[in-house]
C-alpha cells in the first residue's frame, strides 16, 4: 500500500521554526518529486516547495525563500522540510505529495495537478 506520512506540524512562536517530515513507503522516490503544500482557513492551496528525485533540483515560493529549506534522504524515503523564522502567515496545513516526472517537476507543481499520491495534513500553527 501506497503511503505518504507527513509529521512535525505543531504550534510555535514567530521567528521560530519547525521540521516537517513526509516519509514514503510502498513506493521509492526514483523518478518521482515530492512537493509540500499548504493550505490556511479560507484560502486556497498552495504550493510551498519541491524536491526531484532526478537532479535534486529545488522550488520555493517566493513567500517561503529564504526561510525553508526542502531537502531528502532516500535511504529513508524521507523528504524534509525546514522552516525557519517563522511567520503566523505560515499557519496552516501542510501536505506532502508525490508525482512522477512527466516531462516536467514545475508545471504540475505550481498548477497543482497530476499529484499521484498524497498524504494527510499536518497542522503548522505560528503564533505572534
Known amino acids: 500500500e501506497v503511503q505518504l506520512q507527513a509529521s512535525g506540524g505543531g504550534l510555535v512562536q514567530a521567528g521560530g521554526f519547525l521540521r516537517l517530515s513526509c516519509a514514503a513507503s510502498?513506493?521509492?522516490?526514483?523518478?518521482?518529486?515530492i512537493g509540500w503544500f499548504r493550505q490556511a482557513p479560507g484560502k486556497e492551496r498552495e504550493g510551498v516547495s519541491y524536491?526531484?528525485?532526478?537532479?535534486?533540483?529545488?522550488y520555493y515560493a517566493d513567500s517561503v525563500k529564504g526561510r525553508f529549506t526542502i531537502s531528502s534522504d532516500y535511504a529513508k524515503n524521507t523528504v524534509y522540510l525546514q522552516m525557519n523564522s517563522l511567520k503566523p502567515e505560515d499557519t496552516a496545513v501542510y501536505y506532502c505529495?508525490?508525482?512522477?516526472?512527466?516531462?516536467?517537476?514545475?508545471?504540475?507543481?505550481?498548477?497543482?495537478?497530476?499529484?499521484?499520491?498524497w498524504g494527510k495534513g499536518t497542522q503548522v500553527t505560528v503564533s505572534s
Open positions: 510502498g513506493f521509492t522516490f526514483d523518478d518521482y518529486a
Open positions: 524536491i526531484s528525485s532526478r537532479d535534486g533540483s529545488t
Open positions: 505529495a508525490a508525482y512522477r516526472y512527466s516531462g516536467s517537476y514545475y508545471y504540475p507543481f505550481i498548477l497543482d495537478y497530476g499529484m499521484d499520491y
